[in-house]
């Protein structure tokens, strides 16, 4: 058996909420034709929001063309079983957020009582892939969401690798973006998020543990293109209603569901 993990962190500029919304958007203009929704479902309980979703997708396009040619074509046909659970602030401490996000080290009081309400929003999502022609024993993804605003947030992972957004992109410059400008220090300017995100691969397969890492590399990539999606094309969605995101997503789900007899 051969396994491959790794966990990165990277700093986004926005709050929890705008997280969430800027989320729904991208994952609606980023799904591709050959995506199948079986299942999509969300409830709230309280301040908790729970996402579940079955979809079954090709993963060929992240996979590196070393490892394709030497596995299976059904190999990269997968199902994907993700649960997200949010944790949402109630709207006076949004506001409260938004009035005390900038206050300056030394208003101690201040700055700790925000911290101590801001905490409680985050986002975690648990995303499984399985395929759908060989054993779970042979091949098996999980990918691990932890979004939050504590800095000194530790991740079961020793090895986090810390990333930069600004510097992901070569062909196209993330420094001055829309309506926002990300040069020198952008911390002072916006609100600030942490994404973690961990990628295992794990393959047992006689003479193909190699294939692990390779698929990791491509499935992380995927997911930076993600976030530098979600910090692109921020003006397209920073003004949309929740109503409007709402109906964006169902019109989603409409287009790729799939009904399972």
């Not at 929003?121 to 504590?150: A, G, W």
């Not at 530790?154 to 810390?162: L, Y």
């Not at 600004?166 to 420094?175: A, C, E, M, N, Y």
Request: aromatic letters at 12%; one cysteine or more; proline letters at 2%.
């Amino acid at each position: 058996m051969t396994v491959s993990k790794q966990t990165f962190k990277i700093k986004l500029p926005f709050t929890m909420n705008e997280f969430r919304r800027g989320q729904i958007y991208t994952l609606c203009r980023m799904m591709r034709e050959d995506v199948s929704i079986i299942k999509h479902s969300r409830s709230k309980d309280g301040n908790l929001v729970r996402t579940e979703s079955i979809k079954e997708l090709n993963l060929s396009p992240f996979i590196p063309s070393a490892v394709k040619s030497v596995i299976p074509t059904k190999a990269c046909i997968v199902e994907e079983f993700s649960t997200s659970i949010e944790a949402i602030l109630e709207e006076d401490a949004i506001a409260l957020h938004k009035f005390t996000e900038f206050v300056q080290n030394d208003e101690h009081l201040v700055d700790e009582h925000f911290k101590r309400i801001y905490k409680k929003n985050s986002h975690d999502c648990l995303t499984v892939y399985k395929n759908k022609y060989y054993s779970e024993k042979s091949f098996r993804i999980t990918i691990t969401t932890k979004v939050n605003t504590d800095p000194n947030y530790k991740v079961e992972d020793s090895h986090v690798k810390e990333i930069d957004f600004r510097t992901l992109k070569s062909d196209i410059s993330l420094l001055n973006v829309g309506s926002r400008d990300y040069t020198g220090d952008w911390h002072g300017k916006f609100p600030i998020i942490y994404v973690y995100k961990t990628v295992e691969i794990e393959v047992n397969v006689f003479g193909l543990g190699w294939v692990s890492s390779k698929i990791n590399k491509g499935l992380s990539e995927q997911l930076l293109e993600f976030q530098i999606n979600l910090i692109k094309w921020y003006d397209e969605w920073k003004n949309l209603s929740d109503d409007e995101l709402e109906e964006l997503e169902n019109d989603m789900i409409k287009k790729f569901y799939k009904k399972i007899n």
